[in-house]
């Protein structure tokens, strides 16, 4: 479960930003991820609910975006979009292809709460 170190640094990164901005509580927190980066929605929901209670994001809301993941096809040029399992180019059925997009996992945004 290498979700645990991500969920980790993702909390770490948050209040370190949190901390910067002078807010009291993180309310959401946005993340992007690539759905070739083998991470499980289920496994980082689990991390934050045992990691979270330490940190000021302990009520926050956890929002995900997928990234469909894409590639280009060395033989033909020809970039498309596919699934986790086929990646075989679409128009000439090269299997030499090169992920474009799908692979990231990023902070997009956080919401956070100032003191009064
Ligand atoms: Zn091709």
């Known amino acids: 479960m290498h979700e645990f170190s991500l969920m980790q640094s993702v909390l770490s990164t948050v209040e370190e930003s949190a901390h910067q901005a002078g ?3 993180v309310t959401v927190i946005r993340l992007t991820i690539g759905e070739m980066s083998e991470v499980i929605q289920d496994a980082m929901e689990f991390a934050f609910e045992v990691l979270a209670p330490e940190t000021s994001a302990r009520d926050a809301e956890l929002a995900f975006t997928w990234v469909t993941p894409r ?3 060395r033989a033909c040029g020809h970039e498309f979009t596919h699934d986790r399992y086929h990646w075989s180019c679409p128009a000439c059925e090269s299997l030499a292809t090169e992920l474009v997009a799908g692979k990231e996992l990023y ?6 709460e100032f003191p009064d």
Do not use: G, L, P
């Open 23 to 25: 807010a009291e509580r």
């Open 71 to 73: 590639s280009r096809c």
């Open 107 to 112: 902070i997009d945004a956080i919401e956070v």
